[in-house]
């Protein structure tokens, strides 16, 4: 797997996730 499949991996699987890594984890939303 090269660099930039993995990047791409890790977008959509973000976008799965519906951006969950935008979210503060030790805050309520």
Known sequence: ???SQM????QEFWQK???A???PY????
């Not at 990047?7 to 890790?10: F, K, Y």
């Not at 030790?26 to 939303?29: K, N, Q, S, T, V």
């Open 17 to 19: 996730q519906g951006c």
């Open 26 to 29: 030790d805050m309520p939303a």
């Open 21 to 23: 890594i935008m979210q």
């Open 7 to 10: 990047i791409l991996n890790l």
């Open 1 to 3: 797997m090269t660099f």
